[in-house]
């Protein structure tokens, strides 16, 4: 008969401990993790990743350090939202009304409001040029898109539709598999990185370009108003501040991935290239890697990252509306009605956002006023969140120190470069 010893047993016990304790810990995270990483993933949207790959193919591997910058940047904005969230619970729209009034709520709502519809109208030209890349017409993938849209938000769960729209984000990680193929050459990055032509008109405003297509209003809207939802503690916010600074580091792998994948292909051959929609994306790389392994890298990396964009897009609008008229707004109840008015502006503005892109009227013009709208509301929404982050916020959870100056200072270069937009989208200069 084998006999045990007393130090197996002790060992078992110990290693034991060390799993349940290592298990505890995981489902700890899991509980906090999430709204970081889903409004990082939709930060990648569809006209996020056009404005990479434009960037790539027009100035190669230069456009890589810019990227690297708003890195820092990125993650300042957003745990502010984290603190203010968790420690207030209470949405942004909510805050700027209690805190500056009922008109300044207003205003930021509606601008808001419109530059969520601009987005979705972006998301949904998206979905339809994935479709129309393997024959599908917009008025099948633009409807089913919608429909879908509607009844994951239905559910009545916030963990759930969280959970549906990270899943999409995945798959924008397949256009690794084109950086595979084409090889970029290390070299050729750490050359591109070391100059950086701002000499160059163009290049400048490709950086505000870049700096508008990271930083985007409604992802403060978004991320403040799904931590509360998600009922997370002051002891969790070193764990969503975690959880956002992950979520950065990816959504900028990928803006860096799309730069380096064009740069290596498009701008190193110096062809000719206009890279505004998927169809000019897939014909651009289709040269290199072939058209059907363009199309499914491509196709799948965008439509991912319109998919969850537009679900992030559609509460941050909903939420700041719903917000400021203080109605009830929130995913943890299925429809009834003390929340019928949170879940019928939802599937409004969604409807509304499909239309017009089935429409297909006077949406160059639309989307002129859109960048324009961001591009103003870039300065108001960063200098409500810097206000409401020394007033809303008790002492022991406002920022301090060196760590203070220096958020505040690349929130003013990020609204500098807001204003900048605002000439070349109405064309004056």
């Known amino acids: 008969m084998n006999m045990v010893s007393d130090e197996a047993i002790e060992d078992q016990v110990v290693m034991n401990s060390k799993f349940k304790s290592w298990g505890s810990k995981a489902k700890k995270w899991m509980m ?41 940047i990125l993650f300042m904005v957003q745990e502010i939202t984290v603190r203010l969230g968790i420690v207030t619970k209470k949405g942004h729209g909510e805050l700027i009304r209690e805190y500056f009034g009922k008109k300044w709520a207003y205003i930021s709502s509606i601008t808001l409001m419109i530059s969520t519809i601009g987005a979705l109208i972006t998301e949904f030209i998206g979905i339809a040029g994935v479709g129309e890349l393997f024959g599908i017409s917009k008025w099948l993938t633009v409807p089913f898109s919608t429909i879908m849209l509607i009844m994951i938000a239905f559910m009545g769960s916030y963990r759930r539709v969280e959970k549906i729209g990270i899943l999409f984000g995945i798959f ?18 750490i050359e591109g990185i070391q100059s950086v032509p701002l000499h160059d008109s163009s290049y400048v405003y490709l950086i505000a370009a870049n700096v508008g297509s990271v930083i ?18 002051p ?6 501040q975690t959880d956002t600074l992950v979520g950065t580091f990816i959504t900028q792998g990928i803006m860096i991935g799309f730069v380096a994948l064009f740069a290596a ?20 790389l289709s040269a290199y890697i072939g058209s059907g392994a363009a199309k499914a890298i491509l196709g799948s990396s965008i439509l991912g990252g319109a998919l969850v964009a537009a679900i992030v897009v559609v509460l941050a609008g909903t939420w700041g509306m719903t ?11 299925r429809l009834n009605r003390s929340n019928v008015g949170f879940y019928s502006m939802y599937a409004i503005v969604l409807i509304f956002s499909a239309v017009l892109v089935l429409l297909n009227r ?3 013009s639309i989307a002129i006023t859109v960048e324009v709208v961001n591009a103003l509301m870039i300065p108001i929404v960063l200098g409500f969140l810097l206000l409401l982050e020394a007033k809303a916020l008790p002492k022991q959870f406002r920022m301090k120190g060196l760590y203070k100056y220096t958020v505040i200072s690349f929130s003013l270069v990020v609204m500098a470069f807001g204003v900048y937009m605002i000439g070349p989208a109405l064309g004056v200069f």
Not at 172 to 189: A, D, K, Q
Not at 323 to 333: F, G, Q, R
Request: charged share 15%; glycine share 6%.
């Open 362 to 364: 006077n949406l160059v």
């Open 216 to 233: 985007m209003p409604w992802m403060i809207f978004y991320q403040q108003s799904a931590v509360v939802d998600k009922d997370l503690k």
């Open 265 to 284: 292909t498009v701008f190193r051959d110096h062809a000719k290239a206009t890279e505004e929609t998927v169809g000019d994306l897939v014909n651009s």
């Open 32 to 72: 906090v993790v999430g709204p970081g990483l889903i409004v990082m993933l939709a930060d990648t949207d569809a006209g996020c990743l056009i404005t990479a790959a434009q960037s790539g193919a027009s100035f190669g591997y230069s456009m890589v350090l810019p990227q690297i910058l708003l890195i820092p």
């Open 323 to 333: 917000e400021v008229l203080n109605w009830k707004h929130s995913l943890n109840e």
């Open 172 to 189: 924008e990680l397949t256009f690794i598999i084109g950086i595979f193929m084409v090889h970029p050459n290390m070299n050729s990055i």
């Open 235 to 240: 002891s969790m916010i070193k764990k969503e």
